[in-house]
Structures are given as C-alpha cells and as structure tokens.
C-alpha cells in the first residue's frame, strides 16, 4: 500500500515542483527542467508531454512516463493528472493539496529469474513522505536533524481507470489487471478502492488508519488462482500437481503495522485440483485464513478418477504457512473398480461402498507426509482376469482396514469374510516412483465348494475348507512380478470319485462315489504366473494321499496325485476282490480348471488283475489234466 501512496505522491511533487517554477512559467524550459530533477531524484528518465496551471488554484500534467531504471522499458505512466491547492499556504512554507485527481494510470511491476523486484532499483526511496527534506523526494541519506524542508500536505487522491501488469520471469506468466478506481483521504488516511483485477474479479478495499497500523477491509469476487500462478508455483514445485481454473469469493480484514495480520473468510466456489493423476474437486466450501493459518470445518472434497466419483471426504483441521496440513478425515467410498481406474491389467478390485476415518499430517518443506485410517468396507471383490478372459473371483464381506502411512510406505492390515471363511492380510504397500508391495495372507475354514461354483470350476472333483499362509510380493499391480511361497491345508476334504468309476461299478459300493479324507497338506510356490504345489500329502481313512503338480494363471493345470489304499479298508470291503495294498492308483488332472480331464491307472489295473486270475486258472486246468493223464 505504501508503494502506491509513494507513487502518488510522486504525482504530487510533479506538481508541486511547478510552485518552486513560476519564474519559468513561462518560459518552454519549464517542462524539461520538471523531468531533469525529477530524473535526477528518481535515478531513471521521467518525460512529461507538458505542464499547465492556473497559479491560484491548481497544476496539470499530460503523459507522464517513468522508465524502470537502467532499461529503456516503462515503469509507470499517467495519462493526466490534476491538483488543487491553496496559494497562500505557500507563503508559509507550506503546501495543502485540497484533492490530486489522477486518470488512466498504468503501473507494470515485474519479478526477476533471481527472485528480485524492478522497483527494488528505485534504491533511494524515502517512505517518510509528509516532509521532504531539501525539497527532495528521493535521496540516498536523509539527515532527519534537518527540517528546512517544504512542508506538504495532500488531503484527497483520486485515482480513475489505473492498470497494474504483472510480468513474472521466474515462473514464466504474464498477467493484467482490469481498470481499478482509487478515492484515499491521507490524513487522517481512509481510502477505498474498487474494479476489476485480471479474470474480471470484482474488488473492493476500504481502509484507514488505525493508531500505527492501517486497517482495510478487503472483499474480491470471481477469483481465479491460475491467474496467480506465479505466487504459488514455488510451494507445488516437484510435486506432481496441476491446479485447474477456479472460482473462489474472498470477504475479510487485512491490518498492515509491524507486521502483516489478516482475517479472511473465503468461499470456493470450484476448484479442481490433479495430484499424480487424482482429481479432487471442491465446491462450494469455506475456509479461514488468519496469519498465514487456514482452518479447514467440515470441508468436503469430492475425489474423481477418470471422472468417476469414488470418494468423498470431509476435513476438520489447519494448513499452516500453506506447508503443514494436520487434519482428521471422514471419507465415504463409492462403487468403483479402482484396478480399472489405475489402469492395472487382467486384475480388478470393486468396492461397493464403505467408510474410512483417520488423520494425515503433512509438511511440504520437510518432504514428510503421514496418515493413519480405520475403515469398513460391507463389500469387496477382487479379482484376476485369465488370458481367455474369464474372472476367477474372490469376494470379501464386512472388510475391515486399518493402515499407517510415513513418506508413500502403507503398512496395511486387513481382514474379513470369505467362501464362508476368514482372512487376514498384514502388508506393506511404498510408493514412491513404483508401487513395490508384500503381503501375507492368512485364510481360515474357506469353502472350496463355494469358490468352485462361483468360478464355474465345479467339475473340479476335490474340494474341502481351506486354511493356510501365504506370502506375496510384485511391482505396481503386474501380475507378471508376482511371486510368492506359502503352506495349505484341505481339510474336511471330499474326492467325488471321477474317473474311478470301474472300481466302483465292480465294487457295487455306492458309497464310494464321493471318498472322504482327512487333512491334505501342500507347499505352494507362486512364480513366472504359476502355482506350483510340491509335498501334497494326505491321511484318509479309507485311502492316504501324495503328488504335486501346478496351476498356472491361464488356469492350465498339470496334477499327478497317488492313492494308495488302506489296509483295513480293504479287510473289511470288497474292494480287496480287485485290488490290493500294493497297488497304487494314479489319477492325473490335466487340462483346465474349468474343463479338467481325468486320467487314471484303474482300467489298466483291473485288465492286469484280469489277465492274472485267466493264467491262474489255466494253470490250475492244465494240472488237472495233467494229473487225469498220468
């Protein structure tokens, strides 16, 4: 503020000097002796077109230029300036300017590469401006013991159709305002300023002087912050962050005395911000700022990925210093397949609703961001997509989340319902320019039936609860860095016996269509997109278990898997007719998991068993013979 009063009284003292002038009044010199000592007080070129007066009452000036010092390229400009005073006063060594009315002025500041200001050149600047000692309004020493100055005193400034360009070097914008109109009483000082600013913003200042401090109530309409990139650019510098054109109505008080104090409400209207690919969309919420603090209330944002709404949350806490951001959050999630929207492959990840609460911490100069939430999520599916583009799905009911999160490093917890069981999922999630993620997953009593139905791979013909651990890690959702080891157990587990039907057709035992186990046990390894599953091993009472085999994630399947028979149960069924605890029966699955073909040893087994029981019996004829004959 004090800039622009100095820069009108520079008017003043244009006019002014034309009192120090009158015995040039005449004389054509008189323009050019202005410009001269005012060149001389300002360290730059002034041009002045010319000067006139009615000496009793008022002086003119047309088109006056001031040039940035040390370039030819234009500070300031007015188009006319009027100014009326009291001729006796100047008897007295005084000047009482009743009114200055200054019309079309045009001020152009601009921001150097180096941080540095172009009116920072006007290095003699004296700011005390109701007396000017020497009668010099700039001066490089000021001897304050000194008080034969002229003494001069402005009442009214009136300032119409006045233009401020501001070219910023450093972050490379350029911008201008609107036409802004200017009535300021200086003493006591009360001034009022109203236009328009650079996006058509409306605004309206109105202030005084209160005690040591100037107090000014400030109110702007319309406000578009791209407009002001230049004042933010260095806060959001590295950061992946792009601010659309917005719309925010600004209402507050501002105090300038020993130091910069200012209350202000504001409205955003829109605003629309892009951090790493993730538009949060504000609207319609207010804010306070007060010294340098903003106080976030029940503020709503509204989170869009690809323009499909899947959060929305709302904010109580403070942004400090525009750097340090402490608030609690209460987000609500929407349906969305965020796989989709991040543009991970042959996966999918669908909520359908659900809620988080937590707190973020966060200082930008200090490069640390930390979070911690608590949420329930009724429903969650996830999903991986085979090559032939068929869904294997896993869903999850009553999901509860917990995560903490220092610098992009999630430590998440999980758990919830699934197949009619439980899981449990304790990983670590750091992003930083990739997403490397480990998790160990922990399952309880998950029917297999159920994930066989839902998946359409019923003709599976083994199935029981599952419960097991397994640990995973991969690289930005790829499924092709997936890898991973882990234990299973089937238990409660149930063969329908497929390709056995031979031995159930001789055996005339129905009971044996569908053979009960007991636990089946496995190692499984996940690498190159395939389970492989070593050390299968199972105890049954009627049969014990063992083989391996893997299942790739094209679901192409390649399993060998032994029975062998127990000695009891062959006692005491009429199994034992057909085979016996030696043999072993070979099953192979091979094929798919939604089409698996069957293979067994059983058809050889019996034409074997077969093939013996005719030699045994031709034997046993031929020594009959034999003994008839001899």
Do not use: C, W
């Not at 180096?114 to 009116?119: E, L």
């Not at 105090?255 to 200012?262: P, V």
């Not at 610098?407 to 990739?434: E, T, W």
């Not at 959702?477 to 997936?482: E, G, L, M, S, V």
């Amino acid at each position: 503020m004090k800039k622009l009063l100095v820069f009108f009284l520079i008017i003043g003292v244009i006019l002014f000097g034309v009192k120090f002038g009158l015995d040039y009044y005449l004389s054509n010199r008189f323009s050019s002796d202005v410009e001269k000592y005012l060149s001389d007080s300002l360290g730059t070129k002034v041009s002045i077109d010319n000067i006139s007066t009615n000496i009793i009452s008022s002086v003119a000036v047309n088109n006056v230029s001031i040039t940035e010092p040390g370039t030819d390229d234009l500070f300031a400009s007015v188009k006319k300036a009027k100014a009326s005073y009291d001729l006796s006063d100047v008897l007295k060594k005084k000047l009482n300017i009743s009114n200055i009315d200054i019309y079309d002025t045009f001020v152009n500041v601009v921001r150097y590469k180096n941080n540095n200001f172009n009116f920072d050149k006007f290095k003699n600047l004296v700011m005390d401006f109701s007396v000017f000692p020497d009668n010099r309004i700039y001066a490089a020493e000021i001897d304050k013991t000194k008080k034969t100055g002229f003494k001069v005193n402005v009442n009214k400034v009136k300032a119409e159709n006045m233009v401020l360009a501001y070219n910023d070097k450093k972050a490379n914008q350029s911008v201008k305002t609107g036409s802004i109109n200017a009535n300021a009483t200086i003493d006591p000082l009360d001034f009022d300023v109203n236009g328009t600013l650079f996006n058509k913003e409306k605004i309206n200042i109105k202030g005084k002087k209160e005690g040591e401090a100037i107090k000014a109530d400030i109110s702007l309409y319309g406000l578009d912050v791209t407009k002001y990139k230049a004042f933010y650019d260095e806060f959001i510098k590295g950061y992946d962050l792009v601010i659309h054109p917005s719309v925010i109505d600004v209402k507050g008080t501002v105090t300038a005395g020993k130091k910069l104090e200012y209350d202000i409400d504001a409205l955003i209207r829109r605003m629309q911000v892009n951090y790493s690919g993730i538009d949060f969309l504000i609207v319609n919420q207010n804010i306070n700022i007060k010294d340098k603090l903003i106080t976030l209330k029940d503020f709503n944002v509204d989170i869009k990925i690809k323009n499909k709404k899947v959060s929305s949350v709302k904010l109580n806490g403070t942004f400090k210093d525009f750097n340090e951001l402490k608030a609690t959050f209460d987000a609500k999630l929407f349906e969305a397949d965020f796989m989709k929207l991040f543009d991970v492959l042959r996966q999918e990840m669908k909520t359908k609703g659900g809620t988080l609460k937590g707190s973020i911490d966060m200082n930008i100069k200090d490069d640390l961001l930390k979070m911690n939430a608590k949420g329930n999520i009724p429903n969650l599916e996830y999903a991986f997509i085979t090559e032939d583009k068929k869904k294997i799905r896993f869903p999850g009911s009553n999901v509860k989340i917990s995560t903490n999160m220092k610098n992009m490093k999630f430590d998440v917890l999980a758990s919830g319902n699934i197949f009619k069981g439980s899981f449990n999922v304790d990983g670590v999630l750091n992003v930083k320019k990739d997403l490397f993620m480990s998790a160990n997953f922990k399952a309880a009593k998950l029917s297999g039936l159920e994930f066989l139905k839902l998946n359409k791979m019923d003709k599976i013909p083994v199935h029981g609860e599952l419960e097991g651990d397994f640990k995973l890690t991969g690289k930005n959702f790829d499924i092709k860095t997936f890898a991973g080891n882990g234990n299973l157990k089937l238990t409660k587990a149930v063969y329908n016996t497929m390709g056995l039907g031979s031995l159930i057709q001789k055996s005339g035992n129905d009971k044996l269509k569908e053979l009960t186990m007991k636990d089946i046990s496995t190692k499984v390894t996940l690498k190159d997109e395939r389970f492989s599953f070593s050390k299968i091993e199972g105890t049954g009472d009627e049969f014990n278990v063992d083989g391996g085999g893997s299942v790739g994630l094209d679901m192409g399947m390649d399993f060998s898997v032994n029975l062998k028979p127990v000695i009891k149960y062959l006692e005491n069924s009429s199994l034992g007719k057909y085979i016996t605890k030696d043999d072993v029966i070979i099953i192979k699955f091979i094929g798919t998991v939604f089409e698996p073909d069957v293979k067994t040893n059983i058809d050889d087994l019996f034409k074997a068993k077969v093939k013996d029981k005719l030699k045994d019996k031709l034997e046993d004829k031929a020594k009959d013979l034999l003994k008839k004959l001899f």
